[in-house]
């Protein structure tokens, strides 16, 4: 089992996430982060520090596809830690529809 970063993050990127995480498994993309899942340990406890409920336990249905997104792209975007700046205009794609289609990014984030 693994967290998974789902559609949500897409735009908001608030990373509190990453602050909690014990074993520093985040990795950021331009506009989103995502979690390694053999490195995840299943604690949890990042999943109530995302104001965009964009962190899913796999055991939730219909995440397969969000869970190879996790999968590769933790292979090649840096690790990220630490919190920077999230996006000024973060608050405006919160709940919004269709992200992955209009926003998603393959390339990297800038990491720690
Ligand atoms: Fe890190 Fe725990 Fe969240 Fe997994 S569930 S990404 S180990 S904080
Ligand atoms: Fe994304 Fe939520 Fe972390 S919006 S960066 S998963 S705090």
Redesign the pocket.
């Known amino acids: 089992m693994t967290y998974v970063?789902?559609e949500?993050?897409?735009k908001?990127?608030?990373?509190?996430?990453?602050e909690v995480c014990p074993v520093d498994c985040?990795y950021?993309g331009e506009n989103?982060?995502v979690i390694h899942p053999d490195e995840c340990i299943d604690c949890g406890v990042?999943e109530p520090?995302?104001?965009?409920?964009?962190?899913k336990p796999d055991t939730e249905p219909n995440l397969d596809s969000w869970l190879k997104i996790n999968a590769d792209y933790a292979k090649s975007w840096p690790n990220i830690t630490t919190k920077h700046e999230?996006p000024a205009d973060?608050k405006e794609f919160?709940g919004k529809p269709g992200k992955f289609e209009a926003y998603f990014s393959p390339k990297p984030g800038e990491g720690d």
């Open positions: 970063v789902v949500n993050c897409i908001c990127k608030y990373m509190d996430c990453v985040f950021e989103m982060l990042c520090e995302c104001p965009a409920e964009a962190i999230p973060g919160d």
